[in-house]
């Protein structure tokens, strides 16, 4: 299985960004795709973003199309998310996944690793 770390949450004001990163560990690392989920309190863990194997494939949610970018660095065996134009629903944790699905997935059953979570405040 592999670890992963998310870091870079914070609080930021709404038109603000933010870039988390996720570091996983192990040396197949490039073998997963991966993506972002967020959850906010009392609600279910949502899709964000998902990039493949490779970082030639990515998918967002219609929430934050446009606004997000999700990328890779399979040197660093790391992912990121860079948030932009944030608005206060972009509140909640937000967690990284490996998933087999080759060119990843918006289905949170399809993952099979996940971080602890880092917690996105955007204040109005």
């Known amino acids: 299985q592999v670890q992963l770390v998310e870091s870079g949450g914070g609080l930021v004001q709404a038109g603000g960004s933010l870039r988390l990163s996720c570091a996983a560990s192990g040396r197949i690392f490039r073998h997963y795709a991966m993506g972002w989920f967020r959850q906010a309190p009392g609600k279910e863990r949502e899709f964000v973003a998902t990039?493949?194997?490779?970082?030639?494939?990515?998918d967002y949610a219609e929430s934050v199309k446009g606004r997000f970018i999700i990328s890779r660095d399979n040197a660093k065996n790391t992912i990121y998310l860079q948030m932009n134009s944030l608005k206060p629903e972009d509140t909640a944790v937000y967690y990284c996944?490996?998933?087999?699905?080759?060119?990843?997935?918006?289905?949170?059953?399809?993952?099979?690793?996940w971080g602890q979570g880092t917690q996105v405040t955007v204040s109005s």
């Open positions: 990039i493949s194997r490779s970082g030639d494939s990515t």
């Open positions: 996944g490996t998933t087999n699905s080759p060119y990843g997935s918006m289905w949170s059953g399809e993952y099979d690793s």
